[in-house]
């Protein structure tokens, strides 16, 4: 299997233009998470899908970012308008039958630079 | 809420030597996985060992162990014979229930030629 796949592997935009984060999960994963890294903040989990259904979201850290599942191999993250302080990796992971049952794979990560 | 707690923000090992990296948590379950994840400088985050609560016996993966202690809720990483790519951060992380994982702030190994 290529493993989680993510698109681009690095961005750099400008403040408050919109930036669209891409991630294929592993085949047959029904798990799918989004995390973001930071040096202040190391990695936090921003939202998780099972099936295609957005289940926790509580870390998403306010109403310019969003994250769809449209179908189980496709996953996108959005933030719009982007400001200099989501400069960040950002990692998609996946798992097959998630929590205390299985192990998450992340993706190559997407550097972001909001300039 | 679980913490993660790596107290170490760096460590420098010899090569072919053994180096022994600590973390600690904090949970109210009773049923959950701690996980060792490796970030070399390539940025991707690689699973390196994972550890059952349930399970007394600790995890190996040929170079690296771990000593679980379940009382102490302590999980330490250990790493024999040192390679110049162990290099890396390494992070120590828990998941329980809510299948969230929560990371530690993580540890910056370098190994020494």
């Known amino acids: 299997d290529a493993g989680v796949i993510q698109s681009p592997r690095h961005e750099v935009t400008e403040m408050g233009q919109e930036v669209t984060l891409r991630c294929k999960p592993i085949s047959g994963h029904d798990y799918l998470f989004w995390y973001r890294q930071t040096m202040m903040r190391g990695l936090e989990l921003l939202i998780y899908?099972?099936?295609?259904?957005?289940?926790?979201d509580s870390g998403m850290p306010e109403d310019r970012f969003s994250a769809k599942m449209p179908n189980a191999s496709f996953s996108t993250l959005k933030i719009q308008p982007s400001e200099p302080r989501d400069s960040a990796v950002y990692f998609c992971?996946?798992?097959?039958?998630?929590?205390?049952?299985?192990?998450?794979?992340f993706g190559p990560g997407t550097r972001l630079t909001v300039l | 809420a679980q913490t993660v707690t790596q107290s170490q923000p760096e460590m420098s090992v010899q090569e072919a030597e053994t180096v022994t990296l600590s973390c600690t948590y904090d949970t109210s379950e009773s049923n959950y996985y701690l996980f060792w994840y490796k970030q070399p400088p390539s940025r991707q985050m690689i699973l390196v060992i994972r550890q059952e609560a349930y399970k007394q016996q600790n995890a190996t993966e040929n170079r690296f162990s771990v000593n679980f202690q379940k009382a102490a809720k302590s999980f330490s990483l250990k790493i024999s014979d040192s390679q110049l790519g162990d290099t890396a951060m390494y992070f120590c992380a828990f998941t329980g229930a809510n299948s969230k994982l929560t990371f530690g702030k993580g540890i910056t190994l370098s190994v020494r030629p």
């Open positions: 899908f099972n099936n295609n259904v957005p289940i926790d």
């Open positions: 992971a996946s798992s097959l039958l998630g929590g205390i049952l299985d192990t998450q794979y």
